[in-house]
């Protein structure tokens, strides 16, 4: 489009959007992920941590329902040895759909750019994805010198922190553990929220490590919001002149991918693997998660082993919590993804 400045490189626009924060992640020129705030009367998102009372088991389901603060209702899966009018410390895990209870876990972690804080776990791990040895042993001996070095705390340094000074990492852990401190040392008393999630531009600040550059503003200059209306669109390109639909209905997401013009006699193949390459990116920034099913371009059930592969390798490289459940009868792909932020059609102006 005309007045549109090409963006190269792995730039961060940090901006606001019908008066609410938002941050996209562009890598040359391409959208990559976008975070907005949502509106102030959604529920509390993940990472929100929240002093909660035990309400009522739900038989049959092995789970049980909590008070949080702000009357909100919460669900916690593993309910054993907790009993009605139990009051500890939850964190919200995922996001439910509207009228259902807030899935959480009571196994908090205080996440930061460089290091992931684990009360009541002690122990302190490197990111396998920092190989180097001697690196390795560095940031291992910065780690034992930090305050998370403790019986009560566990550390985990991220792979973020790879070359960054000691004095920054040591810093960054001490943040965490004082945000560890005050929000533990209120264990009695009615529920409360104890910690909010954070906002998009702290949010993209800790996931969005190393970019090359961050632009205050920007969003209609640098193209993110026409970006963002491709990808909040139904029929998504994909390369080699194939196309999907994503369609999300309240019980499961669907995909149906066409090979387009290509009526070669791999065209469903390539199809499939232009869906996989790009099915990361195109659910983290819609947004989605639940049970999702793929409608693939045809191909022969020998090529279904390839596909699966990819589709692992392409969610594990992205970093996204899913499981691939396996083919239907009809030959569908059935995966399912964590539900981790609220889907961007809901939340996003317009």
């Known amino acids: 489009m005309p007045g549109v400045a ?13 008066g609410r924060r938002a941050a996209a992640l562009m890598v040359d020129g391409r959208l990559e992920d976008v975070l907005i705030d949502p509106p102030a009367d959604a529920a509390p998102g993940v990472g929100a941590i929240s002093l909660a009372r035990a309400d009522r088991p739900l038989k049959g389901q092995g789970g049980i329902t909590l ?12 309910a054993r040895d907790i009993a009605p009018g139990d009051t500890f410390w939850v964190q919200v895990s995922g996001v439910s759909e509207p009228g259902k209870a807030i899935p959480v876990t009571p196994d908090l972690i205080f996440k930061s750019r460089y290091a992931i804080v684990t009360p009541f776990k002690p122990g ?15 940031l291992l001996e910065i780690a034992h010198e930090s305050r998370a070095a403790s019986d009560e705390y566990g550390l ?16 960054d852990i001490a943040e965490m553990c004082q945000a560890a401190s005050l929000v533990l040392g209120t264990s009695e008393g ?50 080699g002149g194939a196309y999907a639909f994503i369609e999300t ?33 195109l659910f983290r920034i819609k947004g989605l998660g639940g049970q ?33 459940a396996g083919w239907t009868p009809l030959g569908n792909l059935e995966l ?6 609220y889907p961007l059609s809901d939340v996003w102006p317009g």
């Open 156 to 171: 985990i340094v991220r792979s973020s922190s790879e070359a960054v000074e000691a004095g920054e990492l040591l810093d």
């Open 292 to 324: 999702i099913t793929l409608d693939l371009a045809p191909m022969p059930k020998k090529e279904r082993r390839q596909l699966e592969d990819a589709v692992k390798k392409a969610f594990r490289r992205d970093g996204a919590d899913v499981v691939v």
């Open 67 to 78: 008070h949080l603060g702000d009357g909100l209702t919460g669900y916690l899966r593993r």
């Open 190 to 239: 009615e529920p409360e929220w104890l910690l909010d999630a954070e906002d998009a531009h702290t949010l993209a600040w800790r996931e969005w490590a190393a970019p090359d550059e961050v632009i205050e503003g920007g969003f209609e200059d640098h193209g993110v919001l026409d970006a963002v209306e491709s990808a909040l669109a139904t029929r998504q390109a994909l390369s």
């Open 6 to 18: 090409p963006v190269k490189g792995r730039v961060v626009l940090l901006d606001e959007v019908g």
């Open 124 to 138: 302190l791990n490197i990111s396998r994805s920092i190989r180097d040895e001697a690196e390795r042993d560095r």
């Open 249 to 281: 209905t309240r019980a499961l997401i669907a995909v149906d991918v066409n090979t387009g013009s290509d009526h070669s006699m791999a065209a469903g193949l390539k199809a499939n693997l232009a869906l996989v390459r790009d099915l990361p990116r």
């Open 336 to 341: 399912t993804r964590k539900r981790d932020r």
